[in-house]
């Protein structure tokens, strides 16, 4: 659905040069919701604003729904048949108009009504008045304000204007809607709310969706994918699940602890903490259980077949896209013939292991 | 009535012809003095928001050479700007007096000032609405008009209110050198001839007319807002 080639972009400013985007290669498949996750300043939100061009790439390669789009040098090229002709403002705005967008801060027009405001993008395009009430009345039932049309903005609560915001967005039935820290502003309820809308979108319109965020429990929430940035460079791609379940960048390792109380365990390791002292013999071991084996009773399995102690030290079972993912810290004790048995028994059945520390 | 006027202002009602063509000539000073200025100030507020470096449609002459243009006039005292354009308003209108000769010192003396203003009242727009806007596909006369002026109308309206205010004591100024209008009426009949009643009545006829002004203004502004400050209890 949109695919991005070496995509490069450097602000100049007067401070010297920062770089936004080096290099970026993604691809985003059809109907799926894409995260990108970064730090600010990593260049997520230039990333995500170069897609609709409302930031103009240095150079790069970028095919979105069908249309490919080829930057040399800060120029823009549409790239038809085999020939490139360089794209019209007016060329640029038909893209843009495919192309949902939602922001941090909403960005709705105070003088207008909800109503007026989802009617935004409808007018002037030739569409007549009916046709576009019909359609600002599809769109306010689809995001649950009905009943809000001839209110102004500022007597909506912030999760009812970002609802606003995405029935203005989709407005013109784009295929693609980007969503630049949406939820940022605001507060867990209304978070989770358009969290499940954006799902729910998702589901019912096959809408493809690139959500950029800093907090990777929205990612964990919603998306399917997920990129991470950091220095205007994707230094880990991939499913949320894997991502989660191997971090291998020191910054995705940061984000995951930050969601998840399996991070904990990473941190107790850093900090040496004293529930992570084991007896001479024993083994601290950390256990990570993936899809397959979370449900079974390996513990106390393990710990009669082998004749080994286990002691949970710390443990969390969580779901992530619907899939189960364990983690444990415990301590084993045992003959050492017996524990080296039991660990390999467990590896054996895809639990991965790693042996933090020996007594 | 009229004895009571002839009482406590004897010489207004002496020159009460005199003083109602002067009424009348400030108004057709303000009117379309105002017109014009209001006209060419929104345009060159909106040029220069526009054309500035990090604008929605950058372009470093026009904005240069508007902008020195506005600080060139801004700096002119307008007293000095009246008779600077003396020759100039002869060559364009044939004359340099009365309220015709008075309106092209006006519409210099006030547009520099309300085109900055506009640029005020444009710049408190948020950048966010007008990406948002670019996101869904709006040109430069789109964000111009359905974005800019469109969010900006209790700020352009309160900005307006205060430009009016000083023209009219532009045109009074204007007077002084021969346009005629309530500050000629004041100065020559009022001042000059020591009939304090005559200044007084202009005074509160002027104080009058600003009050009305401001008072327009400000409803306007509050009924556009369509924005709490404050909350209140809905209804």
Known sequence: MITINHLCKTFRLRSGDVCAARDVNLDIHEGEIYGVIGYSGAGKSTLVRCINLLETPDDGEMTIDGTTVVIRSGRVFLREGGAEKPASEKQLNALRRGIGMIFQQFNLLDRSTVADNVAYPLRYTGMSRADIDARVRELLALVDLTDKADVYPSQLSGGQKQRVAIARALANRPRILLSDEATSALDPDATESILALLRDLNRKLGLTIVLITHEMSVIKAVCQRVAVMADGAVVEEGEVYNLFAHPVQPITKRFVQSASPLGKIDKMIIEGSPLLRVGPGGYLVKLLFHRDCVGDSLIS????????????VLANVEEIQGVALGGMIAAVEGAPEAVQAALDYLRDKHVSVEVIARG | ??????AIMPNVYAYRSRFFQSCEATLQMFVIAGLISFALGLLFGVVLTVTREGGIRPNRLIYRVLDVFVNVFRSIPFVILLIFLIPFTRTVLGTAIGVKGAIIPLVFGVVPFFTRQVEAALAGVSPGKLEAARSMGSGTMGLIFRVYLHEAVPDLIRVTTITAISLIGLTTMAGAVGAGGLGSFAINYGQNQQHQDIVNVCVVVLLIFVCLLQALG?????????????????K
């Open chain 1, 301 to 312: 399995d393990v710990s009669r077949r082998f004749g080994v102690n286990l002691n949970i």
């Open chain 2, 1 to 6: 009535m009229v004895e009571f006027f002839k």
């Open chain 2, 218 to 234: 400000s409803f306007l502004a509050r009924k556009t807002t369509n924005r709490k400050l404050f909350a209140r209890t809905e």
